[in-house]
C-alpha cells in the first residue's frame, strides 16, 4: 500500500514536499517512483530511485526535483523546487513490483 502526501496549492517559484509512505518489508529492495497526471495527459514518470539509491529524471524537472528514499521508515520524498504552472498535476507515489504500482494520489497546483 502506498500512501502519498504533501500536495496543496502554491505560488509559481515556491516549493513542496511530497512524502510517500509504504507498507509491506521489501521496500528496501524495490525501485521507487514518482509519476504525475496534468488534467487531459497522460500519466508521466517524474522521478525513479532504485533500491541502489541510483536515480533519473524527467527533462522538465532536472535540477528542480530531487527523489529521496528512507528504508528505514520506508518512505520516499519528492522535493520540488522552482515550481512551474506547468508542473501542476495529481502526483502518484509508485512502487516497481513486476510492473509500476501507483497509491493514490495527491494534487499539487502551481498558480502564475
Known amino acids: 500500500q502506498l500512501q502519498a502526501s504533501g500536495g496543496g496549492l502554491v505560488q509559481a517559484g515556491e516549493s513542496l514536499r511530497l512524502s510517500c509512505a509504504a507498507s509491506?518489508?521489501?521496500?528496501?529492495?524495490?525501485?521507487m517512483g514518482w509519476y504525475r497526471q496534468a488534467p487531459g495527459k497522460q500519466r508521466e514518470l517524474v522521478a525513479v530511485?532504485?533500491?541502489?539509491?541510483?536515480?533519473n529524471y524527467a527533462d522538465s524537472v532536472k535540477g528542480r526535483f530531487t527523489i529521496s528514499r528512507d528504508n528505514a521508515k520506508s518512505t520516499v520524498n519528492l522535493h520540488m523546487n522552482s515550481l512551474k504552472p506547468e508542473d501542476t498535476a495529481v502526483y502518484y507515489c509508485?512502487?516497481?513490483?513486476?510492473?509500476?504500482?501507483w497509491g493514490q494520489g495527491t494534487l499539487v497546483t502551481v498558480s502564475s
Open positions: 509508485a512502487a516497481m513490483i513486476g510492473t509500476w504500482y
Open positions: 509491506g518489508s521489501i521496500f528496501s529492495s524495490i525501485d
Open positions: 530511485i532504485r533500491s541502489g539509491y541510483s536515480t
